[in-house]
């Protein structure tokens, strides 16, 4: 299935749920409120933990997984969020 293949819906989180449920795939979002939805269906991540796995996996140091986490921290404006809560439970 190419993403191209897919039927265009709203939100754009139901069409990646779609070719993860179809492709056996893990959902990496963002979405707070897409992870609530889909958690009982597929696998569900932050983008965090993507982050973590290439520090896990030595693709990234350690200092730039933080440095990219602290990035999209202060440019998506987290603050104190679920999202925040989950880089600390990964990596303190």
Not at 19 to 47: G, M, P, R
Not at 65 to 73: F, H, S, Y
């Amino acid at each position: 299935m190419k993403i191209q293949d897919v039927k265009r819906k709203h939100p754009v989180e139901d069409e990646l749920f779609d070719i993860c449920i179809e492709n056996d795939l893990v959902l990496f979002t963002d979405d707070i409120k897409a992870i609530k939805e889909f958690e009982d269906k597929i696998d569900c991540y932050f983008s965090v933990h993507m982050v973590y796995l290439l520090f896990k996996k030595g693709i990234i140091s350690e200092y730039k997984a933080l440095l990219a986490i602290e990035t999209m921290k202060n440019e998506r404006d987290w603050k104190r969020n679920v999202i925040v809560a989950a880089a600390k439970a990964l990596f303190f």
